[in-house]
């Protein structure tokens, strides 16, 4: 699903970190190796029909690389 945050994260959490991220030799596969957390937070987006909703938010972060591959995992308002 296509989305864009159009606001502040809040309630961010680390949810793993270093080996006990599944996804860890594909992420330093393609980014490069860094200090790689998964983390989830709150967020305002806005969906592609346009519609703006709070959601929570999930993604992966390493230090000196950023943040990659944000996932939508589930719709709190509308």
Known sequence: M???IVGDMDQIETIAEG???REL???????GQAR???RKGIASIRLADG???KAEIHWY????????EFK???????
């Open 2 to 4: 296509y989305f864009d």
């Open 19 to 21: 080996r006990s991220i």
């Open 25 to 31: 030799s594909r992420l330093r596969k393609f980014y």
């Open 36 to 38: 790689w957390r998964k």
């Open 51 to 53: 519609t703006i909703c």
């Open 61 to 68: 972060e390493g230090y000196g690389v950023g943040r990659k």
């Open 72 to 78: 939508l995992k589930r719709i709190l308002e509308v």
